[in-house]
């Protein structure tokens, strides 16, 4: 079992920045690949970027390329999502995701095993 647990979301304004963490249980972290997913209000939930298992690889959805960065620090069985130039469009709920069994670089819901709870963002025009 695994547990993720999301915090760093808050209120911010247009332009500012936000960072995201996702502590994991597990003494195998670094085994699995980790993403982040988002829902806004009233949508299904997106993908948002995710990030090999060594860290040294990250992906993102094309909204996000070049303002969000992912990274992890497996020594603390910790993933972080980096937000700068935050857009109101941004403002949903966050979510990390882990995917135990290293399907490559899954970008859908289906192909993550354990999720958080999530973390609130809402970005103020």
């Known amino acids: 079992q695994v547990q993720l647990v999301e915090s760093g979301g808050g209120l911010v304004q247009a332009g500012a920045s936000l960072r995201l963490s996702c502590a994991a249980s597990g003494r195998t972290f670094s085994e699995y690949v980790m993403g982040w997913f988002r829902q806004a209000p009233g949508k299904e939930r997106e993908f948002v970027g995710g990030?090999?298992?060594?860290?040294?690889?990250?992906y993102y959805e094309d909204s996000v390329k070049g303002r969000f960065t992912i990274s992890r620090d497996n020594a603390k069985n910790t993933v972080y999502l980096q937000m700068n130039s935050l857009k109101p469009e941004d403002t949903a709920v966050y979510y990390c995701a882990a995917d135990v069994y290293g399907r490559g670089w899954p970008r859908q819901e289906s192909e993550y095993d354990y999720w958080g709870q999530g973390t609130q963002v809402t970005v103020s025009s």
């Open positions: 990030i090999d298992c060594s860290g040294g690889i990250s």
